[in-house]
């Protein structure tokens, strides 16, 4: 079973847990970013987040079976509007990927924001990602605008999907 838990970057042990994470999926920082995962995906991932938010704003989970954590995902609580919650990162070992976990994952995700009273979710997917884009979609996220940014390979899709 799939569990959920907060992370913190004052944990070495949580550090290295991530790092694990992005290592074990090197395809994502391939595809998205041009080159192979590093410690600055760690640092990105703890202290990243879009303008005009603050660190309040940011929570960081892990998802463990048992005791070992197979990934992990940053959430912006009330952006890009006070009913809504932005994922920032959902990843998984590419040894965990393609058995369920990230659907169960994504529902652990949701049923958190629904509790927290958030009414939609939205994230932007990079385009030379498309297996991460087709599991959005079918996780009921649908297009709403594209964008471009610096530092990744491809157009920013950002996506949305009610909470509930």
């Keep these: 079973m799939l569990t959920v ?14 790092l694990r994470v992005f290592t074990e999926a090197p395809s994502y920082t391939k595809l998205v970013a041009g080159r192979p995962p590093s410690t600055e995906d760690v640092d990105d991932f703890f202290f990243g987040k879009p303008l005009g938010t603050n660190a309040a704003q940011k929570s960081i ?3 463990f079976i048992e005791r070992e954590m197979i990934g992990c995902a940053d959430v ?3 952006y890009p509007t006070d009913d809504c919650i932005w994922i920032g990162l959902m ?7 393609r058995q369920g976990y990230g659907k169960a994952a994504l ?4 049923e958190m924001a629904g509790e927290w009273g958030y009414r939609a ?9 498309p ?22 390979t491809g157009d920013l899709i950002v996506m949305q999907r009610p909470i509930g």
């Design 107 to 110: 529902k652990l995700l949701m």
């Design 61 to 63: 989970f892990g998802f």
């Design 91 to 97: 990843l998984l070992t590419e040894a965990d990927q």
């Design 5 to 18: 838990l907060p992370l913190t970057s004052e944990s070495a042990s949580d550090c290295a847990k991530v």
């Design 121 to 129: 979710a939205q994230l932007a997917v990079v385009s030379t990602n």
């Design 76 to 78: 912006i609580r009330s």
């Design 131 to 152: 297996r991460a884009y087709a599991f959005w979609q079918r996780e009921g996220f649908e297009e709403i605008r594209r964008a471009s940014s610096p530092g990744f």
